[in-house]
């Protein structure tokens, strides 16, 4: 209330006091001396008394009114600060009401009722779960969810779907695999291909009823998070690390709103306590790999393989970035020239090895790594996999970084192998030939064997598979 409105209710006031007296005075005039005179004084005080009481009230109401509204704006002064949230909030929730709201169109199209997940059969020993993959550039994604599974067998039990073009490959070997094209592969549209993929998401959980849902890649589908919520299971992203400056975080900073959990596979390159700040907000696992202890000898691998064990052999895998053949072809020529050593080069659904010669073609079998006595050292590609499956086998390898990969930072973690001794990095085609002409040494071959061995590197995959446990119904 203003100064001047208070001074203003106050004369009201004190007018309307003065104006009760005079009326009682001439009420008790008229009730004394009723005659026309004091009948019309005493109503005329009594209608003047009502007025300027009515104009205390109104006064009175008025100040009251510009207080009240004082203290909202007041309030609303305060909550402006919060606004920018609170309106995040409420468009990620309508976010989430129109998604529910697509998946249960989708879900609508399907024959039969959508199955109450968590309603276990009798015959399910172990709790499932669903991983779902992104096609990236190499097989890391895929191979991280059969490494799971390999390593947990005891415990859970799985179904991969993969928009990665070597799922057959995957389910030869006997994992439960299923194929879904990415958006690359198809020509309607991305629209078009998240409907489709939702359809397909609920068709799997109708039919395989997981317990929890994992997704391994750098970006989760909007599609996943739909299906992971109508179906009421929750979602696991597992997260690996080591991304490239630069690249979209977005996803990252805000998991908890997307995901219930986030694994993230401990790499060579990188530490939960190095990574950058929006990375350590995670379940970290020692790095994860199909490596098993339960190899065969280099003498039995070579014959599995249709090699002659009198010799010695080179594996040279360069996909997942470097698939145009120029560096495979750099690394032939390189291994040729030593004596004694003869180039392998892998061959599988991501690099067919075309017009490769002078050196042994093989179709790789899947995990490839179960072969790893079988060769001196090995060729690849700075990728996931390909480091780690170097150090839980204990096979030297010479490691070529890719830079066209999206988010996988390869420079960085073929130069940390590099550092510790635990491997040799070739910066591009020209380096290829020095590395092999040092790795090609036994001598050398032994420093990073015993490198290798020193480090003891875990297999993270048990891990994984106990913490993905923890989410499931049925434990």
């Known amino acids: 209330m203003t100064a001047r409105r208070q001074v203003?209710?106050?004369?009201?006031?004190?007018?309307?006091?003065?104006?009760?007296?005079?009326?009682?005075?001439?009420v008790a005039v008229a009730v004394t001396t009723p005659n026309r005179l004091?009948?019309?004084?005493?109503?005329f005080a009594i209608l003047l008394f009502l007025a300027m009481f009515g104009l205390v009230t109104n006064a009175w109401s008025t100040a009251r009114t510009e207080r009240n509204l004082h203290g909202k704006l007041e309030q609303l002064a305060r909550s402006a600060r919060e606004l920018g949230t609170r309106t995040s909030h409420q468009e990620r929730t309508l976010e989430r009401i129109e998604r529910t709201g697509r998946v249960a169109a989708a879900a609508a199209s399907l024959r039969g009722v959508m199955p109450q997940?968590?309603?276990?059969s009798e015959s399910r020993r172990a709790p499932h779960v669903l991983f779902v993959t992104s096609n990236g550039s190499g097989m890391g994604h895929i191979a991280r969810c059969a490494a799971i599974l390999r390593h947990s067998e005891n415990v859970l039990s799985g179904r991969i779907l993969t928009l990665s073009t070597a799922a057959d490959i995957v389910r030869r070997s006997g994992y439960d695999v299923g194929y879904f094209p990415s958006p690359s592969q198809t020509e309607r549209g991305v629209e078009w291909w998240r409907r489709s993929f939702t359809r397909r998401l609920l068709e799997e959980a109708e039919v395989h009823r997981p317990d929890?849902?994992?997704?391994?890649?750098?970006?989760?589908?909007?599609?996943?998070?739909?299906?992971?919520?109508?179906v009421d299971v929750p979602?696991?992203?597992?997260?690996?690390?080591?991304?490239?400056?630069?690249?979209?975080?977005?996803?990252?900073?805000?998991?908890?709103?997307?995901?219930?959990e986030v694994i993230t596979p401990g790499d060579i390159g990188e530490s939960k306590e190095t990574a950058p700040e929006p990375f350590r907000d995670a379940t970290w696992v020692s790095p994860i790999s199909l490596a098993s202890t339960n190899r065969p000898s280099r003498d039995d691998a070579l014959r599995m393989l249709g090699l002659d064990p009198e010799r010695r052999?080179?594996?040279?895998?360069?996909?997942?970035?470097?698939?145009?053949?120029?560096a495979t072809r750099a690394a032939v020529e390189a291994v040729s020239?030593?004596?004694?050593?003869?180039?392998?080069?892998?061959?599988?659904p991501l690099f067919r090895a075309d017009g490769i010669v002078g050196a042994a073609i093989l179709d790789a079998p899947f995990p490839l790594v179960d072969f790893a006595a079988a060769w001196e050292f090995t060729i690849t590609g700075a990728g996931y996999n390909s480091v780690h499956e170097s150090l839980h086998s204990g096979v030297?390898?010479?490691?070529?970084?890719?830079?066209?990969?999206?988010?996988?930072?390869?420079?960085?973690?073929?130069?940390s192998i590099a550092d510790i001794g635990a491997g040799l990095c070739a910066r591009g085609m020209g380096s290829i030939a020095e590395m092999v002409s040092q790795i090609s040494q036994e001598k050398t071959r032994e420093c990073l064997r015993a490198v290798i061995d020193s480090l003891n590197v875990d297999n993270g995959a048990d891990e994984a598979g106990e913490r993905i446990l923890s989410f499931c119904r049925h434990q």
């Open 8 to 26: 203003r209710v106050r004369q009201l006031a004190l007018a309307t006091v003065l104006v009760a007296v005079v009326t009682s005075a001439a």
């Open 38 to 43: 004091t009948l019309f004084g005493a109503t």
């Open 117 to 120: 997940v968590g309603e276990e």
């Open 212 to 230: 929890v849902i994992v997704f391994d890649g750098t970006s989760v589908y909007a599609p996943l998070t739909d299906v992971a919520e109508f």
């Open 235 to 260: 979602l696991v992203w597992l997260r690996r690390g080591l991304w490239r400056a630069g690249v979209d975080l977005r996803q990252v900073k805000r998991w908890n709103e997307i995901v219930s």
């Open 313 to 326: 052999y080179a594996l040279i895998q360069l996909s997942g970035g470097n698939g145009d053949g120029s």
């Open 337 to 348: 020239a030593e004596n004694g050593i003869l180039p392998v080069v892998a061959r599988s």
């Open 396 to 415: 030297p390898g010479i490691f070529v970084p890719s830079n066209t990969t999206l988010t996988d930072d390869q420079v960085r973690r073929a130069e």
